[in-house]
């Protein structure tokens, strides 16, 4: 993965309803939503929704889909994945981890 697609990935996760948006559509897997369900679970205005999204598509990290009448939203595992892995590629300097339970530190 590019510095900037994961600057451009972070960044449009870095803003609240972004991040609860696509919370969302990891949580509910490969089924999607439409814009009319993630309104409804998270109660906000259709345009601001699909102001976000928007950038949530162009991020890379939310697909999108018309199924007839719908568009169906998914989260991009696959570039989620991409960016997870930048972050850790060089965790613990390369050894081995193992990451606790109860902590959101490496363990190292």
Known sequence: MEENDVVRALGALAQPLRLQVFRALVVVGETGLTPGAIQEALGVPAAT???????LVASGLVSQ?????????RAAYGRMNELLGYLTENCCQGAACAV??????CGC
């Open 100 to 105: 606790e339970s109860t902590s959101t530190n």
């Open 65 to 73: 889909e018309r199924s007839s009448r719908n568009l169906i939203y």
């Open 49 to 55: 929704l699909s102001f976000h999204l928007k950038e």
